[in-house]
């Protein structure tokens, strides 16, 4: 059964700071695994998803890295900023499963 | 083009009440996902629903649990007879295909609360 765990569940930092949120899973037969944003009182927001047989991509500040065989993936944030400050969820689609399996998130907080 | 619609927003029904939940996917998204988020827990697949096909129902409940989607009209996601511990956040995501390299898009979901 696959598991997902997000360390830390929470992080503070002053803002311009570099950081690196941490996602590990128990199966690493998955098709993909994606990055989230989840704002209080709304939905989630998609910010990164790697395929498999990808390494890494890159959108703006966020970089999201995949080590399938270690079970291992982490999102980079640099120069963070107050508006930065949310849930950060990551996900993974198992092979064979149009689900996907959920982390419990890190919330981030972002102060000036 | 508007995102994921879930309405409503916040639902408050009496235990034994049922409770109807809305969700329209976003224009030319054939393909839409349900998931539950408890207080304090990550978010629970629940049912996954093409146009008039339930896909994969896996993560329902076996009872008082429901979801269709219709060729016309909005997905929806029916809960019989509900209990407090069916309080949560029920989020609805659709993509334009089979969702495993598709990125999914989700609506700000309804928060339902169970007296």
């Known amino acids: 059964k696959q598991e997902v765990t997000q360390i830390p569940a929470a992080l503070s930092v002053p803002e311009g700071e570099n950081l690196v949120l941490n996602c590990s899973f128990t199966?690493?037969?998955?098709?993909?695994l994606q990055w989230f944003r989840q704002d209080p009182g709304k939905g989630l927001t998609s910010l990164l998803l790697i395929q498999s047989s990808q390494r890494e991509q890159t959108s703006g500040r966020l970089n999201a890295s995949l080590d399938k065989s270690s079970g291992r993936s982490t999102l980079y944030i640099a120069a963070s900023q107050p508006g930065d400050s949310a849930t950060y969820l990551c996900a993974v689609g198992g092979l064979g499963t149009d689900k996907l399996i959920f982390g419990t998130g890190t919330r981030l907080q972002v102060f000036p | 083009n508007a995102g994921v619609m879930q309405n409503p927003r916040h639902l408050v029904r009496r235990r034994g009440q049922e409770a109807r939940l809305r969700c329209s996917p976003m224009?030319?998204?054939?393909?839409v996902y349900w998931y539950r988020q408890l207080p304090e827990e990550g978010l629970k697949f629940m049912v996954y629903l093409q146009k008039e096909n339930i896909i994969d129902e896996s993560g329902m409940p076996k009872e008082r649990f429901s979801a269709e989607f219709p060729k016309e009209g909005p997905s929806i996601l029916r809960i019989q007879q509900v209990v407090r511990g069916d309080s949560a956040a029920y989020f609805c995501?659709?993509?334009?295909?089979?969702?495993?390299?598709?990125?999914?898009?989700f609506g700000s979901g309804t928060q339902l609360s169970v007296l």
């Open positions: 199966d690493s037969a998955i098709y993909n």
């Open positions: 224009k030319g998204h054939s393909h």
């Open positions: 995501a659709s993509s334009p295909g089979q969702g495993r390299n598709e990125k999914l898009f």
